[in-house]
């Protein structure tokens, strides 16, 4: 086991560049299943999960070679079966099922289960493949999916889901027919994964509004695309600079994707200025506070709750902060509190009341982004911050203490000793 030390109260500066999206890759590899053709993809970040998912390709026959680019040969699907023991370590494995379905007949996915976040049941995916004509069957803890050929339908999302969106997208692709999707979500990564499957040959319309139209084709041919940079990357990067007091260049980053944290930045006094390599992020002498509720894109994003919380923490005033995507994505709040903040917790409401400075501790990552959220506070903080299972951070940043060492933050990774 590791865990990341940082030895915070160190201003940041120099310039840092984004990765590729983890949500928007995961679902452009798992597209590659719905062709026989090699796809060739650029801008793959290195994480945990783009290993998971390379593996779960590996349990279904699919070979994969990484270099600058990856290139993945889907030639054949020899095995349909998704394990229990790689889909609990990564929900985004029912990414899967759609493809998978499409394109032999038939899937086997464990059923992901709950976690650190909420229950995140998957009856909206398992409704529309239905609607398409799938046959399905809860057995032992797996999905077991059948249906001879998917055939296009309208699905309207009782809500919105963003890998049920793409899981259906998938299945599209391949279906007999046209597939309408309404109430689907719009996130820039549902854009990104529809340019992937055009760059196949498939029709689709209206990715990026809510309502989706998706032409089935018989084959698809290989896939060519560029993954777009990491939006929730860009903008846990932009909440270290407010934090830290600190003044740097984020390079390669898109800030169309993230217009609501950008409102919200503003409001509490960052300043974001374009520049040549990209985007200067300067925070102020002192952060204002504000109230923020999330909300499915182009609302606030709920994966930049837990890092805007810690930015609140040392805003001169008392903040309301509403979860309203996941029941229980306020894991960080107790974390936050042994370092000194102030948040109570209501429901899906935190109360958070800014304090002049939090101090360091050792404390316990819950998930990715809560992870992501105690390495900010840990760079704010006075003294020594020890985050414990960091594999959560592993999951979704790529190389993140090495980008931060890069700007100057005295930060490290360790191994636990027992
Ligand atoms: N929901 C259902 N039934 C379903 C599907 C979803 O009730 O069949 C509910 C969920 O329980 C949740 C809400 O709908 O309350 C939204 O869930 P959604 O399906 O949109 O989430 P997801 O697709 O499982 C993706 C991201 C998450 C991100 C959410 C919300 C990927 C691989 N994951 O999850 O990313 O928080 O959308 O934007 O794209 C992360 O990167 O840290 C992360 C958790």
Redesign the pocket.
Same mark, same amino acid.
Do not use: S
């Given at each position: 086991m590791q865990k990341i030390v940082i030895e915070g109260g160190h201003k940041l500066k120099g310039e840092v560049k984004i990765s590729g999206a983890? =949500?928007?890759a +995961?679902?452009c590899l798992f597209a590659s299943l719905l062709t026989d053709q090699v796809c060739e993809f650029r801008n793959i970040p290195r994480l945990r999960?783009i290993n998971t998912t390379l593996q779960l390709l590996a349990e279904f026959g699919v070979s994969h070679q990484v270099g600058r680019r990856m290139s993945i040969n889907p030639v054949s699907v020899k095995h349909v079966r998704a394990s229990y023991e790689l889909v609990k370590t990564m929900?985004?494995s029912?990414?899967a099922l759609g493809p998978l379905l499409a394109r032999t007949g038939r899937a086997e996915v464990s059923l992901p289960g709950g976690?650190a976040?909420?229950?995140?049941?998957? =009856?909206?995916? +398992?409704?529309a493949l239905k609607k398409m004509g799938a046959s399905i069957e809860i057995k032992e803890g797996y999905v077991l999916a059948k249906a001879k050929k998917l055939h296009g339908a309208k699905i309207n999302f009782?809500?919105?889901?963003?890998?049920?969106?793409?899981n259906i997208m998938m299945a599209a692709a391949l279906a007999n027919g046209e597939t309408v999707l309404e109430n689907a979500?719009r996130?820039p990564?549902i854009v990104d994964l529809a340019n992937c499957l055009r760059s196949a040959g498939v029709e689709i319309e209206g990715d990026g509004s809510a309502t989706i139209h998706i032409q089935g084709r018989k084959n698809l041919g290989g896939i060519t695309h560029e993954i777009i940079p990491d939006r929730?990357e860009m903008g846990t990067f932009m909440i270290a600079a407010a934090m830290t007091g600190s003044d740097f260049v984020i390079s390669g980053g898109r800030m169309d994707h993230i217009e609501a944290l950008v409102g919200k930045l503003d409001e509490v006094g960052v300043e974001l200025i374009e520049v040549e390599k990209g985007i200067r992020v300067k925070a102020p002498k002192a952060i204002r506070y504000t109230d923020m509720s999330t909300a499915?894109?182009p609302g606030f994003?709920?994966?930049f709750q837990a890092q805007f919380m810690a930015l609140m923490t040392l805003a001169s005033g008392s903040s309301v902060i509403v979860e309203n995507?996941?029941?229980n994505?306020f894991m960080h709040v107790a974390e936050l509190n042994r370092m000194g903040a102030n948040i109570k917790v209501e429901g899906n409401s935190a109360f958070v009341t800014g304090v002049k400075k939090l101090s360091g501790a050792p404390v316990m990552a819950s998930?990715?982004?809560a992870s992501a959220a105690l390495v900010l506070a840990g760079l704010a903080a006075d003294g020594i911050t020890e985050i414990h299972r960091i594999y959560h951070l592993d999951?979704?940043y790529d190389r993140i203490e090495h980008k931060l060492r890069k700007l100057g933050a005295r930060i490290k990774r360790t191994k636990v000793k027992f």
């Open positions: 983890k =949500n928007a +995961l679902p999960d929900r985004a029912v990414l976690c976040i909420g229950a995140r049941p998957i =009856n909206l995916h +398992l409704e009782d809500d919105v889901t963003v890998t049920g969106t793409e979500a996130e990564e929730i499915p894109y994003a709920t994966d995507i996941f029941e994505r998930d990715l982004r999951r979704g």
